[in-house]
């Protein structure tokens, strides 16, 4: 259909039919009021502050559902317009308190701006007005009832973004309100306090708590930055007064997150100024910690280090990073340990995600989740299974429920009635463990049904009359038995994603445990590729990571056998590489893994550890084994924000800065790496573990002359040719996802477009084993990976200081 | 009725019954308004317990069940009385005293208007008009009219009903 031309106060515009009047006025710039209208919710046309002028029309009509019509002339603040709205004003008035002098909205309240732009100062209209009481019962927001307009925004994020459906509009007429069911207080409702509904609150009708009476909106400096917690690094601005963050908004135009968080971006980085930091370095004498000068600590660890190294031999030594620090941070870490003498180098809570990684890298030759975040939104068909998107990445969770809406077809195969069920076409509550099982017999079903993508699997793959001959035995009748499911379900579910034109598979990286390991993934792997749903846009493989900056520590090289980004140790041309780069022979000698050394005994040549950021003791369920290690060293050095457990442990503590006080990269799970800026200074004598690192460089005697990490980013671009187009100038603006191989390169939106990186993708067979099932069923309630339980996460290190300990609701942990 | 008193009778609901009410509905969230109807006509009212039962089976907020029936009159959150009192509010009535009948009525029973007596005997409303303005004041318990109403007739009508 051609466009529409029509005119708005004097200016010509031509748009697409179906174009309401709102949105071709904003794309002329002109500032129609709204309070009911949100881009991303169905328009209601409720409030009626957006009305305008139609001339020949009869009455004004609301611009925010009023579609364009040729020719239309349209005045946006004729007077007419302009004494309407402020009717509605007054009207809003009538029941709304003016205690601005003290809300906490005030600089940012719609009501309050609008009443300003049109001179709106008290109402003409005296009645009745609100006395509801307050709802302060939970932790983190309260809630003034008496202020709420009944836009209703607040409804449709929590009801079709979220899906939580804590609240909704109850009663009618004049006692409208706005609340959860049989006015149950927020607490007690289905809320996960993610605070959408307060970051689009357009008056103060719901105010968070950590902000109260700490500053006004034009009093703080907004400072971007990157969400600590899982690996899908939502953008975040912090807001800050007087070297305090005082708040937290989503960033509206993200890529990642598109102006959606959880509980955990929303509520989780008041640890940064939690009085538990430690502050100075320490050292422990006689059994106790004595706080000492930085050159006191740095001369011990040096001068311990190399005693141990020149006794021991230079493998003596291991390092542990943290998938919580910056890429800088972890290249740093590596490139100091390497500088050492030793591969020994690797982060402990990887583990979790081993078998995935493992998975991957088998049948893509790449470990890294395909296809990027938002490409799910516009999925035809998505299979959920053994994840809870809700509890550990709920982005995902609100991308998939977006696309389910938009009509993809959704097939949910979870033991537990998880949220997307809600919205789910096909829900498969299969037995716990049986996975794989069901996997199999989904591929079973999609080869006899001739739902195969046969062009892709004759040019993209390899193995498939093998996978065939494997799957053979799991009929639906089969499979049916093992997973207590029906066969008729099972055929359905199958065809849903086998004649998708687009389908994607959204799991877990932490999934080991429950289902099996790598054959899980791979049978995952199996399944994208029979039906070519990978290397295309909104399809592949989702496999989120627990923690923010897990896909960039691996990047970054700190695992024993690789430098950055999977550059194999044992290849000469890529020591030889590093080594003029660095100006240090680096050994060929692949270090051990951090569970070799922690779980399998393998660590009686480790001496001395140094960890960065990591607190093993507690993570995971080998305490006893990790701490009998890590007591048996001769030297252990922990640098880390807090005192933890494996803190407790060391001769020396090196305090390090949080994120928020800190410049550097992350990378998150869509392969994005992003900036995130300094907001405060940190506390005492802490400095970034970047700056920690290179001055401990230098007392070890090499000539690492950095001025920040941008240098050494400059220097991971010139080693790293997915990196090599990336630079902090290019990503002030946004973030840019590797491959990017060029400084004009746009990045990489999804992986695997036209070869695997191991060639052909490879089709592996795997066969379901009822002992492994009966295991993972025992397992199901210790499952280890952090970030899985809703708010608590990494050890619990950071979350156990936080607000966000009060939410309890997803909590296994 | 006091929340105490319909939470202890919230107690003791058969959420079978709401199952086989749910079962044909299974699936299809549109039809959410006749089952809480006949969930209500099951119970006489909509027990939370029943409430909570249609939301979870039905995979529908509790909020939103909730704001369905608190948007409608015609869905009762507390248990009904076996009589329904209904005292016409019309101006016929009005004019002729049917405050003072009300008034009357609510002190026998100790309820208010909209509220049902503990023992569950009696519900008492208000309605605009019953539409017999020449018997005014009237009032009509459950089908019967009863017009031309004094204070002091009250008592004895309403110790007719059980």
Sequence with gaps: MSAIKLTIDGQEIEVAPGTTILEAA????????????????????????????????????????????????????????????KNNLSLMLANHPLDCITCEKTGECKLQDYCYRYGVASTEFKGEVKDL?????????????????????????????????????????????????????????????????????????????????????WQTESVPSVCPYCSLGCNINLHVKDNQVIGVSPVEESPVNRGHLCVQGKFGWDFVHSGDRVTTPLV??????????????????????????????????????SPKASNEENYLFQKLVRSLGTNNVDSYTKRCHASAVDGMMDAFGNAATTNSIDELAAVDAALVIGANPAESHPILDYRVREAAQKGAKLIVATPDLIELVDVSNYYLPLKQGTELALLNGLAN??????????????????????????????????????????????????????????????????????????????????????????????????????????????????????LTCYQHIKEK????????????????????????????????????????????????????????????????????????????????????????EKLGTYTNIERRVQLSQPAVEPPGEVFADWAVLVELAEWFGFDWDYTGPEEVFEEIASLTPEYSGISYQRLVEQGLQWPCPAEDHPGTKYLHEDSFNRGQGLFAPVEYDPETAAISEKDAAVCCAPGHHGCQCLSETLTRRSVIQAFKKSCCI | MSNEAVAELNQDIDLDQVDSIIEPYLGKKEMVIPILQKVQDHFGYLPRPAMEHVARRMRIPLSRLYGVTTFYAQFKLKPRGRNIIRVCKGTACHIQGSPKISERIEQILDVESGETTDDLRFTLEEVACIGCCALAPVIMINDDPHGRLTPDKVKDILDIYE
């Excluded at chain 1, 302060?136 to 979220?162: A, P, S």
């Excluded at chain 1, 809320?191 to 109260?212: E, H, S």
């Excluded at chain 1, 706080?291 to 141990?308: G, P, Y």
């Excluded at chain 1, 960065?612 to 990790?626: D, F, H, L, Y």
């Design chain 1, 573 to 660: 041309e890529v020591r030889d590489k590093f080594s003029k780069a660095w100006g240090v022979e680096i050994s060929d000698n692949p270090g051990l893994t951090a569970e070799d050394v922690f779980e399998s005994g393998i660590n009686s040549s480790i001496k001395v550890m140094y960890i960065m950021g990591e607190n093993p003791v507690a993570c995971g369920g080998e305490k006893e084994k990790v701490t009998g290690f890590l007591e048996k060293l001769d030297f252990l050095v922990v640098q880390d924000m807090f005192m933890t457990e494996t803190a407790s442990l060391a001769d020396v503590v090196l305090p390090a800065a949080a994120f928020a």
């Design chain 1, 284 to 321: 422990k004498n006689d059994g106790v910690f004595i706080q000492v000068s930085w050159e006191e600590a740095l001369d011990f660890i040096v001068d311990s280090i190399k005693d141990i190294q020149s006794r021991y031999g230079a493998d003596a030594l291991m390092g542990i990073s």
């Design chain 1, 133 to 217: 009481p307050y709802d302060d019962t939970n932790e983190f927001f309260l809630r003034d009832m008496n202020k709420c307009i009944l836009c209703g925004i607040c409804v449709g994020k929590c009801q079709q973004v979220v899906g939580a459906g804590a609240i909704d509009f109850t009663k009618r007429g004049f006692i409208t309100n706005v609340g959860p069911g049989f006015e149950d207080a927020i607490e007690e409702s289905t809320c996960v306090f993610c605070g959408m509904c307060i970051d689009n609150c357009p008056v103060g009708a719901l105010i968070p708590k950590y902000v109260t009476g700490k500053g006004r909106p």
């Design chain 1, 26 to 85: 904003r794309q002329l710039g002109i500032d129609i009021p709204t309070f009911c209208y949100d881009p991303e919710l169905p328009p209601n046309g409720a409030c009626r502050i957006c009305v305008v002028e139609v001339e020949k029309a009869r009455a004004l009509v609301a611009s925010c559902v009023a579609p364009v019509g040729p020719d239309m002339v349209v005045h946006t603040e004729s007077e007419r317009v302009v004494n309407a709205r």
């Design chain 1, 445 to 562: 079903v999609i080869i006899a049904e001739g739902l195969i993508d046969q062009d892709f699997i004759n040019k993209r793959t390899e193995g498939f009359d093998q996978l065939k001959k494997a799957v053979d035995k799991y009929t639906p009748e089969y499979v049916a038995q093992i997973t207590g499911l029906d066969e008729e379900e099972i055929r359905a579910a199958a065809r849903a994603y086998g004649s998708a034109e687009k389908a994607a598979i959204v799991s877990d990286a932490g999934v080991d445990k429950q289902t099996g390991g790598s054959d899980f993934v791979k049978a995952l792997a199996n399944l994208a590729l029979l039906t070519g749903n990978v290397g295309r846009e909104s399809t592949g493989i989702y496999l989120p990571y627990g923690e923010n900056n897990l896909q960039g520590s691996a990047d970054m090289g700190t695992l024993p056998n690789n």
